[in-house]
């Protein structure tokens, strides 16, 4: 079996792998209600998120904690979102 044919098996479990970490930031979201949080450590979390290791596979990260997408990524979630985005140097 080649790589390809590897590559193709293991998506459904990389998917799975996904829905299960979208669903435990939902959680965590929702029970700490998130929008209460100050400006001030609403951007120490997007930093914190830059220097996280991503999720297995194959050593590559997502996208969205790459340091050069990260303020755009954040800044598409919601206007709060973007303005504690793009008041933070530390992301750009």
């Known amino acids: 079996m080649n790589d390809f044919d590897v590559n193709i098996r293991t998506i459904p479990i990389r998917f799975q792998k996904f829905i299960g970490l979208k669903q435990q930031c939902e959680a965590i ?3 700490i209600g998130f929008g209460k949080l100050p ?9 914190h998120c830059l220097t996280m290791p991503g999720p297995e596979l194959k ?10 997408h990260a ?3 954040f800044s598409q979630v919601c206007r709060r979102w973007r ?7 530390a992301l750009w």
């Open 29 to 31: 979201l929702r029970g």
């Open 39 to 47: 400006p001030e450590l609403i951007s120490e979390i997007f930093i």
């Open 59 to 68: 050593g590559s990260c997502p996208f969205f904690l790459r340091c050069s």
């Open 71 to 73: 303020p755009f990524v």
């Open 83 to 89: 303005t504690v985005a793009l008041s933070t140097p």
